[in-house]
């Protein structure tokens, strides 16, 4: 039976279009149909968010190499995986008040308030992880520039280790809770830091397999100094700006 496909109106029979692969079944849409696309998206281990969350901690440069070279259909989107993560853990620091800052370093700072600094990273927190996406993707761009992949390709690599590090947050958020408010709160900054590092280290020098490991570890430092250097540069000529725009 010769069936119209109802998003590019090509005729076709059988399951799915020749054309652009809609199925012929698009029955009514109904609490059953969010349903299945939730339970889809979020919680199939062979694919969607729960499956790409899985392979950034158990094979995190190969799969997002095995992404960026075509294989692409179990995993959930960078850019939509490093939106809902962020918005996610936003909206977590926005109601449960938990902080990643230094308190003491922070007050320390002349005419900086915690509480105001805090409050206006989690009303911001959304930008600040979208914003050091492409700074970390110029950096390893630069760096590892002879390996063959172009800018939006190191986009996307950075894009999944955001999200790799969002994941880890949000798992310990509870953990991070109750060290924001404890004296512990420097040395739990510091660990999750290296945390951060370690994560980024790591997936970097699987990620660019070709070269040996001693050489990508080495090429990973340089990347970091150089995103830091980037991120410095960037928060003076803010910082500059401001001053001028309020003068």
């Given at each position: 039976?010769?069936?119209?496909?109802?998003?590019?109106?090509?005729?076709?029979?059988?399951?799915?279009?020749?054309?652009?692969?809609?199925?012929?079944?698009?029955?009514?849409?109904?609490?059953?149909?969010?349903?299945?696309?939730?339970?889809?998206?979020?919680?199939?281990?062979?694919?969607?968010?729960?499956?790409?969350?899985?392979?950034?901690?158990?094979?995190?440069?190969?799969?997002?190499?095995?992404?960026?070279?075509?294989?692409?259909?179990?995993?959930?989107?960078?850019?939509?995986?490093?939106?809902?993560?962020?918005?996610?853990?936003?909206?977590?620091?926005?109601?449960?008040?938990?902080?990643?800052?230094?308190?003491?370093?922070?007050?320390?700072?002349?005419?900086?308030?915690?509480?105001?600094?805090?409050?206006?990273?989690?009303?911001?927190?959304?930008?600040?992880?979208?914003?050091?996406?492409?700074?970390?993707?110029?950096?390893?761009?630069?760096?590892?520039?002879?390996?063959?992949?172009?800018?939006?390709?190191?986009?996307?690599?950075?894009?999944?280790?955001a999200s790799?590090?969002?994941?880890?947050?949000?798992?310990?958020?509870?953990?991070?809770?109750?060290?924001?408010?404890?004296?512990?709160?420097?040395?739990?900054?510091?660990?999750?830091?290296?945390?951060?590092?370690?994560?980024?280290?790591?997936?970097?020098?699987?990620f660019f397999?070709?070269?040996?490991?001693?050489?990508?570890?080495?090429?990973?430092?340089?990347?970091?100094?150089?995103?830091?250097?980037?991120?410095?540069?960037l928060l003076?000529?803010?910082?500059?700006?401001?001053?001028?725009?309020?003068?």
């Open positions: 039976m010769q069936v119209t496909c109802k998003n590019c109106d090509q005729t076709y029979s059988g399951q799915f279009c020749n054309n652009c692969g809609q199925p012929a079944d698009t029955h009514k849409l109904n609490l059953h149909f969010i349903l299945h696309d939730i339970q889809h998206a979020f919680f199939h281990f062979d694919k969607g968010v729960l499956f790409t969350a899985k392979e950034l901690f158990t094979r995190p440069g190969n799969s997002i190499r095995e992404f960026i070279e075509g294989k692409r259909v179990k995993h959930f989107k960078p850019i939509s995986l490093v939106i809902i993560l962020a918005t996610l853990y936003g909206v977590l620091r926005h109601l449960f008040h938990f902080s990643v800052l230094d308190k003491k370093a922070v007050s320390e700072i002349q005419g900086v308030e915690y509480e105001s600094l805090n409050e206006w990273i989690s009303h911001h927190y959304y930008w600040i992880i979208l914003l050091s996406i492409p700074m970390f993707s110029l950096a390893s761009y630069l760096v590892f520039r002879k390996q063959g992949y172009n800018f939006i390709e190191h986009f996307v690599l950075n894009a999944y280790m790799q590090r969002l994941i880890l947050r949000i798992a310990i958020f509870p953990i991070t809770k109750y060290f924001t408010e404890s004296s512990y709160n420097k040395l739990f900054v510091d660990i999750l830091m290296l945390m951060d590092i370690v994560l980024i280290f790591w997936t970097y020098i699987t397999n070709n070269l040996s490991k001693i050489k990508a570890f080495l090429y990973s430092i340089y990347s970091y100094v150089f995103f830091l250097a980037i991120f410095f540069i003076l000529l803010s910082v500059l700006i401001f001053d001028i725009h309020v003068k």
